[in-house]
């Protein structure tokens, strides 16, 4: 992919709060999706396949997890002699002070005056699509505007602080409302933005002397007469994750074959880190129905629609189904469990029963032991 004039920059703990279970111990981009991913794959493969190849990954906490998945980068072709992949951890900031994007951006003056990059493109990691960049990055140069925000038409999703626009015919922003536990349908941003890395630190640095540290409505929604924000409406498929019900329902997508298909695309594909292990082994009592299982799984007993990560072990007589098994848990005989997340390395004992909801799963702790 030829290179492109454009700084990444991804900021994988926005959210945290939505998935309150999982981010516990690691950032919300470092969440394990769809049995061999991770949130972060995917708006840093977008960037990729755009050709952006100066990546910041602008961390808060609990982000050991997170730096493990990316290393130095090879797996998304970022592991260069200039430029590549960069870990941004905070720069001495508090809790208090990192409240919101803004503080995180304002100690980052010697990342940007060491970037040759004209345009920065900024991502959060809630939303799992494959969306073409190097489109968005075009119409930001050809509308002239001084910020694109992408954004999605439908049902708002429950998050805090979720930006809501109002669009002209010309696609301009015309006014922005910052809305907590969305109702109703509109036109809400997905935390993608493109504009010119001068106006960005001009603005971030604006906002820091006003005492000003939410990017959202202390720059965006304040400025919105001021300066020529153009919205871009996100025609790919997209899943918004919001609650753990919502994570559970985008996992679950991807038994679909069509979802699967427009979300693993040949042309853009979705790069992760690669383990090598060995296939996955199917016992002579096993039965697996309409379900996803990664390398090095061992199953033995009965699975249906479910996801089941690597290293997975389901002992014979046990029974799962529309179930998320991740790395390295087991699950030993007699045990039935439905609508059931269980984190990595959990062990759930013989002749247990679980049975959760689609719209309330059951989340197991990471080693727990049931």
Known sequence: ???TNVLGLIFPN???EALRDLTAIRAFGSVPFAGRYRLIDFPLSNMVNAGVTKVGVVTKSNYQSLMDHLGSGKAWDLSRKNEGLYILPPFGATDESYSGRVASLAGMDAFFANSKEEY??????HVVANIDYKAVIRSHMASGADVTVGYIEGALPRLDNLMVLQTNNDGRVTDITIENGGAGEGKFGIGLYVLRKDLL???VHNAVSRNQTHFERDILQRYVADLNIQGY?????ALVISSL?????ANMAMLDCDKRANLFLTDRQIYTKVRDCCPA????ESTVSNSLVADGATINGTVKNSIIFRNVTIEAGATLEDCIVMQGALVLGGTKLGSVILDKDVVVKESRTLQGYASFP?????KSIV
């Open 14 to 16: 926005m959210h945290d």
């Open 120 to 125: 920065v493109v900024m991502s959060d990691c």
């Open 281 to 284: 082994m199917y016992g002579l």
């Open 201 to 203: 630190v001009k603005l």
């Open 233 to 237: 409406a996100i025609q790919e498929q």
């Open 362 to 366: 059951i989340y197991i702790d990471k």
């Open 1 to 3: 992919m030829r290179k």
């Open 245 to 249: 019900a919502s994570f559970y329902a």
